[in-house]
């Protein structure tokens, strides 16, 4: 049997794959060398992915240390398909609520995404990480 590779995605097909895909897993460099990666909500806008994590999370302090970061984003049914995202990450402290909204309504309406940002801001501080893009390859 021979594995043949499917095509990779072109730009338009990638890009609206990663305005539809639900979840992305961020992977950034621990200081004792190994890689955390966890699942995060994102919003890919403008060439860019947004990200929103508490100030004292792992992903944002190793992001402010080192800057290198990959994303994984793919979806398995029907048929698994992806895109890994090879770029660097900022994080920015600044308060940005209204951005913050705006990428929850990704997956909840306006009013339950105004709700729970309230709720999250209760208990601690959130931040924005935004990723760009070096290079980005498609699988399927």
């Known amino acids: 049997m021979v594995y043949t590779q499917a095509p990779h ?10 305005k539809e895909a639900p979840t992305a897993i961020i992977c950034s460099k621990n200081e004792n060398g190994t890689i955390h990666g966890v699942p995060v909500w994102f919003k890919y806008e403008s060439g860019q992915f947004l990200i929103t994590t508490p100030e004292k999370s792992q992903k944002a302090r190793n992001i402010a240390k ?19 995202v090879y770029g660097k990450g900022e ?50």
Do not use: C
């Open 9 to 18: 995605l072109n730009d338009k097909e990638r890009d609206d794959f990663l």
């Open 66 to 84: 080192n800057s290198n970061v990959t994303l994984i984003i793919y979806v398995e049914s029907p048929d698994i398909r992806g895109v890994i």
């Open 91 to 140: 994080v920015d402290l600044t308060a940005w609520d209204s951005e913050a909204i705006s990428m929850t309504e990704k997956y909840m309406s306006r009013e339950e995404a105004e709700k729970w940002w309230a709720i999250l801001n209760e208990h601690a501080k959130w931040v924005k990480i935004t990723v760009n893009p070096e290079r980005m390859a498609s699988f399927d």
